[in-house]
């Protein structure tokens, strides 16, 4: 399928001045950054493959890679990294290795490789050994432990007084130093720079002298700071659905999450206008889902996974809209909106918000997005509210609530990676999570490095949207094959 220019689309771009990583970690936290270090980490030995106990899976093979707890001090305490490949499934057209960054924070790079195998292309499966891993913190990598009894008292993101900002950093506290003490000494060590060091080792233990590598979404930045880090050990490197790690301030990365999400809630009443088999065809869809999430604000509109229970207005967005427009779904949110407004209304009653995933101190641990005070928090809240006027209390606001007074090791910087070959920045136009500028910044950071391809449609994901996007990557990993500047893939039906 032929590609199309969109030079006009490659002109949209996040600016603005980001924070020099050095000077921001020693002036913000107090804290030194480890040494740059250019060449290949020491870890020990070669792994030792054994097949993974899943049976219900099987062919995917297992092992462990022992890294320092802290890369600035190699020869402290160690952690060991669960790691999980599946060879190419045609080993005589077998070009390498090809590490898979998962996102998140908090997604298992494991349960990937043995369960979710069918992420990756056929093309990709059999030319390739997909390795990827548990990142330090997460799945079967000393993850990050806390108390259930104390996650469950997080206060809810929605402030209304100094007093509730107040308790909110309190409250932070006592967690992180009960997670602390639970998770050992890697807690202080939970961010991307340490994890960029990790992937490394993992690259000299899997025996590549240079890394073929896929990221997506917050993999994207594990992927971005190897490139910056370890610029002439990268052979390939696609970055999928990418963060922007140069988004310089709080105000900066609410605001353009809450314009990306928007963009998706605006697509999905433009398809519902549009389609007749959807289940609001002919309403007024933003009046029926403003009706659903005062409903919910009043603890009036039951969880449809949990009768009985109320749905929180927060749960609504993050857990009901959001998580359709990840997979683009919007028949299925069509739906589950007209399955909800037809419903008997509860009586009202408070509702909670759930407990953040423990890998919530991974992101704390790589964004610098501090809060002076309440007056500060209610403005932000109120520039989210006015740019995504349909989805209020988005998950990036939660995020940044619980990271108030968190040290941060690796705080944003403007990407500086000089010598590295080509890389392939792939993002849908219409992503809810990492908005289509945050490419183009990304591929613009990257200077002539940078390639950008455009899907055309909707979703968080894109490199295995159709024919186009497929071949398009495919090629460029086998055959290092890089496509021109400014091409695109049509949106496919989902």
Request: glycine letters at 8%; proline letters at 9%.
């Amino acid at each position: 399928m032929p590609f199309r220019r969109r030079s006009a689309l490659r002109r949209v771009a996040a600016r603005g001045t980001a924070l020099a990583a050095g000077a921001a970690m020693a002036v913000v936290t107090g804290l030194a950054a480890a040494p740059p270090v250019h060449a290949a980490p020491s870890a020990t030995g070669g792994l030792r493959w054994a097949p993974c106990d899943d049976p219900a899976e099987p062919g995917a093979e297992c092992a462990t890679l022992s890294v320092p707890v802290d890369w600035g001090r190699p020869d402290g305490p160690r952690l060991d990294l669960a790691v999980a490949r599946r060879k190419a499934t045609d080993p005589g057209a077998r070009v390498g290795s090809m590490v898979f960054g998962p996102g998140g924070p908090g997604d298992s790079g494991v349960d990937m490789v043995v369960r979710r195998i069918s992420r990756f292309s056929p093309e990709v499966r059999r030319r390739f050994d997909i390795v990827s891993f548990d990142p330090r913190g997460v799945g079967a990598s000393n993850p990050v432990t806390c108390s259930d009894d104390l996650l469950a008292e997080r206060p809810s993101p929605e402030l209304k007084s100094q007093a509730d900002f107040d308790a909110t950093m309190a409250y932070n506290r006592r967690l992180r130093a009960d997670c602390r003490a639970r998770t050992g000494p890697v807690f202080d060590h939970l961010d991307t720079a340490q994890t960029v060091r990790d992937l490394d080792a993992l690259r000299v233990a899997i025996g590549e002298r240079k890394l073929t590598f896929h990221g997506s979404s917050y993999g994207t930045l594990l992927g971005a700071q190897y490139a910056e880090t370890y610029p002439r050990h990268v052979r390939a490197m696609v970055l999928e659905s990418v963060m922007d790690h140069g988004v310089p301030t709080t105000r900066d990365f609410l605001q353009s999450e809450a314009a990306t999400a928007e963009d998706s809630f605006q697509e999905f009443v433009k398809w519902c206008d549009g389609a007749a088999d959807c289940a609001l065809h002919g309403r007024d869809v933003r009046a029926v889902w403003q009706g659903l999430l005062a409903r919910a604000g009043r603890g009036e509109l039951e969880d449809p996974a949990k009768p009985g229970t109320p749905l929180s207005s927060s749960d609504l967005v993050n857990k009901t809209a959001f998580r359709k427009f990840y997979d683009a779904d919007y028949a299925g949110l069509a739906t589950a909106i007209a399955g909800m407004d037809a419903s008997r209304p509860l009586p009202a009653s408070p509702t909670s918000t759930a407990p953040l995933h423990p890998a919530t101190p991974v992101f704390c641990s790589d964004w610098h997005l501090p809060v002076r005070d309440y007056e500060e928090y209610a403005s932000l809240v109120a520039v989210m509210n006015r740019t995504a006027p349909d989805l209020p209390y988005l998950l990036p606001v939660h995020m940044t609530a619980a990271c108030l007074g968190a040290p941060t090791a690796n705080p944003q910087h403007r990407l500086d990676a000089h010598g590295v070959p080509p890389i392939l920045v792939s993002n849908a136009l219409h992503d809810p999570a990492t908005g289509y500028p945050w490419a183009v910044s990304v591929a613009r950071q990257l200077g002539r490095s940078g390639v950008l391809l455009t899907y055309e449609g909707q979703g968080h994901g894109s490199v295995t949207s159709g024919p186009c996007m497929e071949d398009t990557v495919d090629r460029y990993l086998t055959d290092l094959a890089v496509p021109p500047r400014g091409s695109s893939c049509p949106a496919v039906p989902s």
